[in-house]
């Protein structure tokens, strides 16, 4: 009240006007409002006069008018400066068209190849993650031993009575829970049919140790009824059509049809579709308590045999599952006792494998799927890394070069009073500028290319700046980094040069300070020359796979897997054999590029006594034309005969391969022919004492990777799997749609399933050359980076050179001389980079051959090849540059600037 009595303006406006204001404004701007103040206070009230008094300083209170805040003067000259460097960065990168394209393009082929296979990486080791208590969750695997203690099988399934009992014997798991996979049934809901659909069978915990969201209904309902089927979103899809959310198709029914049973099943739960991450899939789910009355008390409690089970425990929290192994020998003594006199353990063993080492690390019998490689997704993961130096040191070199160009405006800068700091920020502006320019190239080339690595390495990788955040940012945060660590260095260097050294340019700095570029390359090329000898020895070992004869003829032969519903053998094969394309045929347990899985334990008659082998020797069951239809060779004795049966004749049939001769003691085959030998026995059937009919050439029945072993085959139609056919190479289609006609007359339930045996050749070494195919793009790629970056620095050499180059060709030197002298250092640094790459990529690859019982020979051609070949690329990236400069007219270079 004061205030306005004695007619003084608001002394706190005007005290927020004085903390506010510029001082230099300040003075005239309070003056001016007093004395308007005073005037209003005459001509109207005061308090209108005081309101108009704080409005107006209110409305002074703008940015322009404000005192500057401490360090504010400071950050507007960085921001002015930073505007600054980020022009004339601009300017240097459109003045310098090509290197700055050398640079970026580099660069983002390297960012691209790295995020691919970051992707491809993070996709192997992610299988199956998702479920919640994956760390806890175990396989159970089966082991079964030779006589002598040797590992003879190792099962990826187990017995069905593995699961009920080991959650009975052991309180550390608390849940148990087994699959069955059923022999593919149809499915008819109205009048749709589905035919062979995949329906597996499972333990009423399925939902409480593996983790399946539900869409409709719950965990707890799903298999409240014997005839309870769960569907995945997909298989709904396929039942009851795209709009099945607005139905309630929960408690429809749906008929199932398999090997001549018919059940009605009820829809009592949908859950989302299997994850691609996981290493079994499965579309419909039941519960396994269907399947007791087909097998019977003692198969469902059996551990003994007959591994079809797949089965899962579920450990408590922090157990140790190694420990729980220590059991298993007490195990099988308790419920299976003595086997031939002796303890169970003694041939039995099971292991606890855990989930998330299942796809990258197992490759037992009986894998429900093919698995990846651990040792795929390292050498991947080394590979993808290394790429990435190779662009970021590329850069760096290229960097170091292009800077070093401008040593006299490092020197103009300096005369005019730049420090060091700005000399800094100017160039690891430009540098961070190209590795921004780099990033949508990068991400544009990974969009381009993953749809070739899906169809190649049969996955669904998908890259989304949004799903994939994690993954953008550490690529965009890499790149910056690269720009930062890559123009650190030629930019302290080049800041810390004495001004007069600077004015004069480079050429007055000596070269021993530069070496560092030197290291750079010769980087470049160890990682070029390393992925070049990885490429030609698996390129190399592939084509031995190829080229090497496996023992048996894989062309043009078809394998048609059998069904139960085939009732007579002999007359599909004689239907079969009427077609005139169709040259032979044969049925047999297995074919050649499966495994020799079947052991029954064989004896061999030494004198008078009957003598246990202490070797595995595994057979196959076959007919008199398994030999001649796969063009094995007989080197002693005799075919089979038509009418020989092994389970029916008083006297047993064997024929041998040459390793089982030797094995028994016979070097030559000849020799074995008659001799005496029992074989185990299959289903309750005794094989029996009989002798050996003839002998075979070894031939690779199993893959390259495994070596060959002591085989027998057996004369029976019993445990068929396999019918084989030779046909011929014209009309091809004809000849399948004749198989297949011919099928349905003997199975009309399940559709015919063939594939040809030069394909499951081929598939055993898919994993291989996968690997060999992405080396070969990865090496294009580093030696094309490579070659740009070389094609820069020639561009800097000869830039540099260009007075020397013109003297040298005034005084007579040839272009040869100076191709010579531009090429030589770079020479040098090859061979320093062979000398250093070769033993390390020698030892890696040497240990990947290892890998393969039969491999190829690495030769003195084939290691001096990366060699010759780097100096090829070399020569032809320098030539065209070098033969440039080297030619043109020594007067033109000799000009004054």
Known sequence: MAEVENGIPPTRATKFLKWFCKHEYYEDIQGDLEEEFHYLSKDSTLVKAKKWYRWQIIKLFRPSMMKKIKGQEELETQNTMFKNHLKIGIRNLWKYKSGTAINTLGLALGLSAFMLIALFVKDELSYDRHHEFADEIHRVTVENFTLDGELSRHWAFASAGHAERLKQDYSAITHAVRFFLWAFPDIQYEQKKLPSQQVVFAGDEVFDVFTFPFIQGNKEEAFKDLYSLVLTKTTAIRIFGEDWEEKNIIGETVELYAEGQKSLFEISGVIEDMSNQQHFQFEYLAPIRFVYSFFGEEEMNNIGGNYNWLTYVRLEPGTDAVELEEYSKEFFNKYIGKRRGRDASEFYGFRFQPLLDIHLNSNLEGEVQANGSLQQVYIFSIVGLLLLLVACVNYMNLATSHFSRRMKEVGVRKA????????????????????????????????????????????????????????????????????????????????????????????????????????????????????????????????????????????????????????????????????????????????????????????????????????????????????????????????FDKKMEMFEDSTGYYIINRRAAEFLGYADPSQIIGERLAYGSFDGKDMGLGRIYGVVEDFHFESLHSPIVPMVMLKTNENIRELSLKIKESEIQSTLEFIEQVWVSHDTQNPARYKFVDELFDRQYMQEERLGAMIKVFAIIAIFIGCLGLIGMVGFIIETKTKEIGIRKALGASTSHILFIISNQFFKLIGLAFLIALPVTYWLMTDWLQSFEYRMGISVLLILMPLALTCVFTMITLGVQTLRAAMANPVDSLQDE
């Open 416 to 639: 005019i009073g730049a420090g060091q700091s700005s000399l800094l920020a100017q160039f690891l502006t430009e540098s961070v500028l190209i590795c921004i320019l780099a990033i949508p190239l990068a991400l544009g080339c990974v969009y381009l290319g993953l749809p070739y690595i899906n169809s190649f390495m049969s996955k669904e990788l998908m890259f989304s700046l949004t799903e994939n955040l994690e993954l953008t940012l550490s690529v965009f945060v890499l790149t910056i980094s690269v720009g930062l660590i890559s123009g650190l260095y030629p930019a302290l260097f080049l800041s810390r040069v004495k001004l007069l050294s600077a004015l004069k340019g480079e050429s007055s700095i000596k070269a021993s300070r530069w070496n560092f570029r030197n290291w750079l390359v010769t980087f470049q090329y160890i990682v070029t020359i390393s992925l070049i000898f990885a490429l030609l020895v698996i390129d190399g070992q592939m084509k031995f796979i190829q080229t090497s004869d496996p023992g048996y003829t894989r062309s043009q032969v078809i394998d048609l897997g059998l069904s139960r519903e085939v009732k007579n053998l002999e007359r599909l094969k004689r239907e079969l054999l009427e077609h005139p394309n169709i040259e032979m045929g044969t049925y047999s347990s297995r074919i050649p590029t499966g495994r020799l899985a079947d052991n029954w334990g064989s004896q061999f008659f030494k004198g008078d006594s009957l003598v246990p082998n202490n070797f595995r020797m595994p057979c196959i069951m076959v007919d008199e034309d398994f030999i001649p239809t796969y063009e094995i060779e007989l080197i002693a004795g005799e075919n």
